[in-house]
């Protein structure tokens, strides 16, 4: 069975700081992971998404994120947090065999205060 | 190009109603995902539909939950009779193929608040 863990409720920075929100998982074989963004009354946005090489991967807004497989851990950074970039945010793993379902994780609650 | 749409945005009815939520992929996904967040909690997967056919609906908590996708379109996905657990926000997705690289593209979800 495949889980992901969001070991942070919530994670507040000041704005300009680095930010860093935290994910690992747990799936068999090679993994697909991805991260969300939810705004308030919004649907879940796609971020990024790690399938294979280069360990570091770049997606919207300036986030990116790190597959580190040893540590089965995929943390989400922006260099430069901004207020805009408050919201939840959410881990996700798809397996490499199973085309369909996601896993989420329980969703971290960033705040980035002027 | 629309996305997702859901609807109603939110629902309030009272334990023992019939409520059925309504979700328009985003043309020519063939892939249609229904999830569920409850309480703050992780969203779990409810169901996966290929077309009209039911991919995966291994995570469909009970018998009072109905899912459809006539014609491969839209989907609704009915709750009768609702129980105050099934109260929380109710995501469709959708892939244009189920590969699992493919990111999904989620409505804005359907708040269900059972009384």
């Known amino acids: 069975a495949q889980s992901v863990a969001q070991p942070e409720d919530q994670v507040n920075v000041a704005e300009g700081n680095p930010l860093t929100v935290k994910c690992t998982y747990s799936?068999?074989?090679?993994?697909?992971l991805f991260w969300y963004v939810q705004y308030p009354n919004r649907g879940l946005q796609f971020l990024l998404k790690?399938?294979?090489?280069?360990?570091l991967v770049k997606g919207s807004y300036g986030f990116e994120a790190e597959f580190n497989k040893s540590q089965t851990s995929f943390h989400l950074k922006k260099p430069s947090a901004l207020v805009s970039d408050s919201a939840l945010y959410f881990c996700?793993?798809?397996?490499?065999?199973?085309?369909?379902?996601?896993?989420f994780g329980d969703g971290t609650t960033l705040t980035v205060k002027p | 190009e629309a996305g997702v749409t859901q609807f109603p945005s939110h629902s309030v009815i009272e334990k023992g109603q019939t409520v059925t939520l309504r979700c328009d992929p985003i043309?020519?996904?063939?892939?249609l995902y229904w999830y569920r967040r409850v309480m703050g909690k992780e969203i779990k997967f409810l169901l996966h539909?290929?077309?009209?056919?039911?991919?995966?609906e291994s995570g469909m908590p009970n018998n009072r939950f109905l899912a459809e996708r006539t014609g491969g379109t839209y989907s609704t996905l009915k709750v009768q009779p609702a129980e105050l657990e099934d109260s929380g926000v109710y995501f469709c997705?959708?892939?244009?193929?189920?590969?699992?690289?493919?990111?999904?593209?989620f409505g804005p979800g359907t708040r269900l608040t059972v009384l």
């Open positions: 997705a959708s892939s244009q193929e189920g590969r699992g690289h493919n990111e999904q593209f």
């Open positions: 799936v068999s074989g090679n993994p697909y």
């Open positions: 790690y399938i294979t090489g280069d360990n």
């Open positions: 996700a793993v798809r397996p490499y065999t199973n085309a369909g379902k996601s896993t």
């Open positions: 043309s020519g996904h063939d892939n």
């Open positions: 539909f290929v077309k009209e056919s039911k991919q995966d």
